[in-house]
Structures are given as structure tokens and as C-alpha cells.
């Protein structure tokens, strides 16, 4: 009986020894790796060792605002959307995925996709998206210049937006315009998609947005290249018909 004492007075004298070694050291549990063949979740955060959200995966109702150095805004146009965002190393969103799809009792379909590539601290540069309503659909890829953070923050495209809306609706486009030549607002440079009129389309524009190369399919195989100068107006277009 002495000798199991003994032995017991032993292994707790060891383990006391151990715990103390732990905390000093900093030891931690090996890591575990759980297997699954299905999990049902509202919201899945993936999180860096210090906590750090990396990606957000989300139903609608758990749907995340948007992430800036760490901090959490309120998106509350985001209600309506499921999916997932990336956010990079200092806790700023990235990019991400929603999708929407319903048809509401008066029968009109809302049905949405967007993935999106951000810039460093700024907005979409690289947009995949899709639009599906009850008199349109639209499938495009849009190709962006977006100026950098120091130039133009997302603070700053709030502010700018809460200033156009106390100006009288005849001075907007001319607000809107002025950030435009000064390098602070996003532009499309690239947009590839469908048309209205059932066609295709590819658009090439300056830095200003101005559409100056157009090259089109119509629905019944119609194509024709369109090259347009500042204002708009064709300069020259390019047929099978065409002469040189």
C-alpha cells in the first residue's frame, strides 16, 4: 500500500511539473484535425492565430458588414445576400462572393451574382457579375482603375456621395465629373457582357470612362467594330461590308 502511495505521490509531483513547465514555456496542445462528411453552420469565420478574420462564409441572416483594418462597419445593403469575403493580413476586406435569387409575391424575380477583387484599402478592380430581373438579364466582366488609398480612401467615396446628395440634381453630373478628371473616382476600363438587345459587347474606354473602341455582335450576327472620339460620335466603323 505504501509503495502505491508512493507512486501516486510521484505522478502528481510529475504532472504538477509538467503543467508548471507549459505555462512557463508558452507549450500548447497539438493541434487537432476534426473529419466531417457534412456540417450544417449559419456562419463559418476563418481566423488567423491571433484571431485575425481571413474569410467570412455566411447565410443571409449572419451576413457580415465590411471589414477595415480590423473594424467592423455597418452594410446594411448586404442584408439581402449570402456568400463569403475575403480580408487580407490587417483585417481590411479584400474581395468576396454574395449571390442572391427570390421571386416576390407579386411574381417579379430578384436574382443577383457578384464576385469581386478589391484594390489594397479600396474598392472593386475586378467585378464577375450577373443580374436577372423580369425585363433584363445581364452577364458582364468589368475591368477597373481604381486610385489608390492615399489618393482617394472608401471614407472619402462616403463623403463624396453624402455631398452630391445636398447639391441641386442640375449640379451632380458636374461634381461627379470634376473628382473624375481629378483622379479620385473608380473608373471602368474594361466591360465585356450581353447588351439589352440581346447582342454582345465589348467596350474599351479612356481614363475618363469614354467609350473610344466598341466591338459588337448583334442578335442576328450583325458585327461591327466602332472606333468613337471624346464626345461620343463615331469616327470610324469597321463592317464585313466595309471598304477600305
Keep these: 500500500m505504501s509503495q502505491i502511495r508512493t507512486f501516486l505521490a510521484g505522478a502528481t509531483t510529475m504532472a504538477s511539473t509538467l503543467a508548471a513547465v507549459c505555462m512557463l514555456t508558452g507549450a500548447k496542445e497539438p493541434p487537432r484535425h476534426e473529419h466531417f ?13 491571433d484571431g485575425t478574420k481571413r474569410m467570412v462564409i455566411s447565410n ?36 468576396g462572393l454574395i449571390q442572391k435569387g427570390s421571386i416576390a409575391a407579386d411574381g417579379k424575380v430578384s436574382s443577383g451574382l457578384s464576385l469581386t ?42 463623403r463624396f456621395g453624402e455631398e452630391a446628395k445636398k447639391l441641386p440634381a442640375t449640379e451632380r453630373q458636374a461634381y461627379w465629373r470634376k473628382l473624375s478628371e481629378q483622379g ?10 450581353n447588351t439589352g438587345e440581346k447582342g454582345s ?13 466598341l466591338l459588337l455582335v448583334s442578335a442576328d450576327g450583325k458585327a461591327e467594330i466602332q472606333m468613337l472620339d471624346e464626345t461620343g460620335k463615331i469616327s470610324k466603323s469597321i463592317t464585313p461590308a466595309s471598304k477600305e
Design 37 to 49: 462528411d457534412e456540417i450544417t453552420v449559419g456562419r463559418i469565420n476563418i481566423v488567423e492565430p
Design 60 to 95: 443571409m441572416a449572419q451576413f457580415p458588414g465590411d471589414f477595415t483594418q480590423g473594424k467592423e462597419g455597418a452594410r446594411p445593403d448586404r442584408n439581402s445576400f449570402a456568400g463569403m469575403l475575403f480580408i487580407n493580413e490587417e483585417g481590411t476586406e479584400n474581395g
Design 117 to 158: 477583387f478589391d484594390r489594397f484599402r479600396q474598392d472593386q478592380a475586378l467585378q464577375l457579375l450577373n443580374n436577372d430581373s423580369a425585363n433584363h438579364q445581364m452577364t458582364a466582366l468589368k475591368i477597373n482603375d481604381v486610385p489608390n488609398f492615399k489618393t482617394t480612401s472608401m471614407e472619402d467615396v462616403r
Design 184 to 193: 479620385r473616382l473608380s473608373t471602368n476600363r474594361i466591360w465585356l457582357g
Design 201 to 213: 459587347s465589348l467596350q474599351l474606354k479612356d481614363a475618363q470612362g469614354r467609350v473610344r473602341m
